[in-house]
């Protein structure tokens, strides 16, 4: 099928090319004309705070948004000064009269004195949007900036806070150092200008298409702000590769005497083929978050893998269209020395490194497993949640809201839970104070406002601020008290019910749940990986140690995750504020897009080996031959991929760079250490035992990932090519 579709795209070049324009242009004006629907939203079904969100939907919609925004200011004659209360009263007026404003609670309201911090030099205003769950619209946050930029001075720094003021990630500066990166190693890999340029090409357009998709897709499910961000990284990152791996068989085929035609059809019907089994690898793996029951994770995980199955039809599609307009000339404008030799020989360094490595096996061996044990040491204390403005940088007015917020009010401050009682006909706020006052009492409440009724008289709504802040796991703690202890007991024989929500709940109820179901989906996924591996190679063992070194590999990642963003190790380094958890589904889709990675590498090197060692019958040089002839690719796609990650921890936002961090150092450690140190070293201990297959196994499938033998190969190509010479002579009616 794949020799089929090479033939296809190398003859209707200009068809092809015409179509991936014509898609892309198409996706990038429909998504243009209808916007994004990104959102900070959270179904989770079955969850106290859902059932408390459900509630404020029905009965007080304004209260129920997510996107709810803080004006926090601080005036050094203090707040109730006439003339401050004068300009901010006059800034909150004309905020209320904003489209999407539903209301703006003042600190000058009657109701309004617990908002004005002791001391009276600091206060807040808490802006509500009648939108839902959905974005307030961009123009009220761009007037309520110019207000507040035409009200700061003289004396009052005025901040914004909250989900509404975050504003919206896009393409930015991060991906250009990203492509600039991969265009240098590309260069030293290939020494082509021509060639260099080709998988970049591909990666661009599949991401072009892909963005334009995760943007409609928006409109039909829950897409996060940030999702953008995260399919730039990835699209970037396996575009390239796809395409690399491609292009270096394409130019392997040309030196070996092949003409363009096909070289083109061999390279994918063998890299093609591995590309085509690590794309739909991921793709699996990134749907089965759809299992989660998280429409936030559903969300991601959609994006993500539309993304990857779009760069991976460019790779099999668009790339031999335009090889086949390069044809011989890939290697034009090249740079004298560079990128020889790039299929490895028994004179090159990795040929010489693998039998230095076996001679020396069990010292390499139980040093990598020794650095990969003490590299995930940190995981033993992951915690998972989600961190607050706190770990946004200075330079973000966010941050400088939730500081003096802090600084007036408390660290709990910006983390309120918000109690939804349901309340029987008939009963009064009064019958409530019982409940109020049994929360003020207890331990790790800081305030507990009185309750307010809904319009309705259905339910009443009591916001509790905590003595510690939303991403201290004490306040997770309060809240677990609050639902199993205090509330329970101070309402029992009222009838009344209460609810734990807010934004709070919401995050701790949905890491709850997602560290729950985690080993259950990373077993699948070892699982799934194992399957395959055996299927493929034919082999128990070689699957077994995969599935082993893949789980050490993302356990180190974790590890050097936990001590950055937990315990701040180097947090100056990557620019970030306070520590904070690990967000809760971080990891979940860190290992759903590596899974899929080591897949390809591992799919890559060991096919090779296996290759050699069906031919030879001798395990040890024919690891060393397949280290010899895909260490290089492997070395130039993960520099790529560490260094298109790695961009992304220059972003401002901490979830992207715990994102960039986490999945750079996993592929280092992937193609590094695992691949070129436990693999070659552990394959030489086990030597014939590594493609041992049992006799009741050998019913199996058996999956050809390394493509034709070489007289199928040439048979086929007869025949196409025979075939499309038959269409062009064909007279015309």
């Given at each position: 099928m794949l020799n089929r579709l090479a033939s296809f795209c190398y003859h209707r070049r200009r068809w092809v090319v015409a179509a991936w324009i014509l898609v892309f242009i198409g996706i990038s004006a429909l998504s243009g004309s209808v916007g994004n629907a990104f959102s900070q939203s959270f179904s989770l079904e079955g969850s106290d705070s859902q059932v408390a969100t459900d509630l404020l939907k029905a009965n007080s919609p304004a209260d129920s948004s997510f996107l709810s925004g803080d004006i926090v200011f601080k005036a050094d004659g203090g707040v109730t000064d006439p003339a401050v209360q004068a300009k901010?009263?006059?800034?909150?007026?004309?905020?209320?009269?904003?489209?999407?404003?539903?209301?703006?609670?003042?600190?000058?309201?009657?109701?309004?004195?617990?908002?004005?911090?002791?001391?009276?030099?600091?206060?807040?205003?808490?802006?509500?949007?009648?939108?839902?769950?959905?974005?307030?619209?961009?123009?009220?946050?761009?007037?309520?900036?110019?207000?507040?930029?035409?009200?700061?001075?003289?004396g009052v720094q005025i901040e914004l806070g909250g989900f509404a003021f975050a504003g919206e990630q896009g393409l930015g500066s991060t991906e250009l150092i990203g492509l600039a990166a991969a265009a240098v190693i590309l260069l030293l890999a290939f020494g082509s200008v021509l060639a260099m340029g080709l998988p970049i090409m591909t990666a661009l357009f599949g991401l072009g298409v892909g963005i334009g998709v995760v943007g409609l897709l928006s409109h039909a499910t829950t897409v996060p702000e940030f999702a953008i961000q995260l399919a730039s990284m990835i699209g970037i990152g396996v575009g390239i590769d796809y395409a690399l791996f491609i292009v270096t068989r394409y130019r392997q085929g040309l030196s070996e005497g092949m003409d363009p035609e096909r070289a083109v059809i061999r390279a994918i019907d063998t890299a093609g083929r591995a590309v085509l089994f690590a794309g739909i690898t991921v793709v699996i793996s990134l749907l089965g978050m759809l299992l989660m029951g998280i429409s936030f994770v559903q969300g991601l995980g959609l994006s993500a893998a539309a993304v990857v199955l779009v760069t991976m039809l460019a790779a099999l599609t668009l790339l031999p269209a335009v090889l086949g307009f390069t044809g011989r000339n890939i290697d034009k404008l090249s740079i004298p020395g560079i990128g020889k030799n790039a299929h490895g020989s028994r004179e090159g360094f990795w040929f010489k490194w693998s039998r230095f490595l076996q001679r020396h096996p069990w010292p390499f061996a139980l040093g990598g497993l020794a650095l990969l044990l003490a590299l995930s040491i940190p995981m033993l204390s992951l915690q998972l949640g989600s961190s607050d403005d706190s770990s946004l940088p200075t330079t973000s007015t966010v941050r400088r809201a939730y500081d003096l917020k802090a600084e007036g009010f408390g660290a709990g401050a910006s983390a309120p839970l918000l109690l939804v009682a349901e309340l029987p006909a008939g009963t009064t706020p009064q019958a409530m104070l019982p409940l109020m006052q049994a929360v003020q009492n207890t331990p790790g409440v800081a305030v507990a406002s009185p309750p307010i009724p809904s319009a309705d008289g259905k339910i009443a709504i009591m916001q509790v601020i905590p003595t510690t802040s939303g991403q201290d796991p004490a306040t997770t703690d309060l809240m677990q008290n609050l639902r199993d202890n205090v509330l329970p007991q101070a309402a029992a024989g009222?009838?009344?019910?209460?609810?734990?929500?807010?934004?709070?709940?919401?995050?701790?109820?949905?890491?709850?749940?997602?560290?729950?179901?985690?080993?259950?989906?990373?077993?699948?996924?070892?699982?799934?990986?194992?399957?395959?591996?055996?299927?493929?190679?034919?082999?128990?063992?070689?699957?077994?140690?995969?599935?082993?070194?893949?789980?050490?590999?993302?356990?180190?990642?974790?590890?050097?995750?936990?001590?950055?963003?937990?315990?701040?190790?180097?947090?100056?380094?990557?620019?970030?504020?306070?520590?904070?958890?690990?967000?809760?589904?971080?990891?979940?889709?860190?290992?759903?897009?590596?899974?899929?990675?080591?897949?390809?590498?591992?799919?890559?090197?060991?096919?090779?080996?296996?290759?050699?060692?069906?031919?030879?019958?001798?395990?040890?040089?024919?690891?060393?031959?397949?280290?010899?002839?895909?260490?290089?690719?492997?070395?130039?796609?993960?520099?790529?991929?560490?260094?298109?990650?790695?961009?992304?921890?220059?972003?401002?936002?901490?979830?992207?760079?715990?994102?960039?961090?986490?999945?750079?150092?996993?592929?280092?450690?992937?193609?590094?250490?695992?691949?070129?140190?436990?693999?070659?070293?552990?394959?030489?201990?086990?030597?014939?035992?590594?493609?041992?297959?049992?006799?009741?196994?050998?019913?199996?499938?058996?999956?050809?990932?390394?493509?034709?033998?070489?007289?199928?190969?040439?048979a086929e190509v007869i025949d196409l090519v025979e075939a499309e010479n038959a269409k062009v002579l064909e007279p015309r009616p």
């Open positions: 901010m009263s006059q800034v909150f007026s004309s905020i209320t009269t904003l489209d999407g404003v539903a209301r703006v609670d003042s600190p000058y309201d009657p109701t309004g004195a617990r908002q004005i911090a002791p001391g009276g030099k600091i206060a807040y205003a808490a802006v509500h949007f009648d939108q839902g769950l959905r974005n307030a619209p961009v123009a009220t946050t761009t007037a309520v900036d110019k207000l507040v930029a035409d009200a700061q001075g003289n009222t009838g009344v019910t209460v609810h734990v929500g807010g934004v709070t709940a919401i995050f701790a109820d949905m890491a709850a749940k997602l560290q729950a179901r985690l080993p259950i989906f990373i077993g699948v996924v070892l699982g799934l990986s194992f399957l395959l591996l055996m299927v493929v190679f034919r082999s128990i063992v070689v699957p077994i140690k995969a599935v082993i070194m893949n789980l050490l590999s993302i356990s180190a990642a974790y590890g050097i995750l936990v001590a950055v963003f937990q315990w701040g190790w180097g947090s100056s380094i990557f620019g970030l504020g306070n520590t904070g958890p690990i967000e809760s589904f971080l990891p979940m889709m860190m290992f759903a897009i590596l899974f899929g990675l080591s897949m390809d590498y591992e799919v890559f090197l060991l096919s090779r080996i296996k290759e050699e060692y069906d031919r030879t019958g001798n395990n040890e040089l024919a690891v060393a031959d397949g280290l010899s002839a895909t260490a290089r690719v492997i070395t130039a796609a993960a520099l790529i991929m560490v260094t298109v990650f790695g961009s992304f921890i220059l972003g401002d936002q901490r979830v992207i760079k715990e994102f960039g961090l986490g999945l750079a150092v996993a592929v280092l450690i992937d193609a590094s250490i695992v691949r070129m140190i436990l693999v070659p070293a552990t394959m030489e201990l086990l030597g014939d035992a590594n493609w041992w297959f049992p006799k009741w196994l050998q019913w199996l499938p058996q999956l050809h990932v390394e493509g034709h033998t070489e007289e199928d190969f040439d």
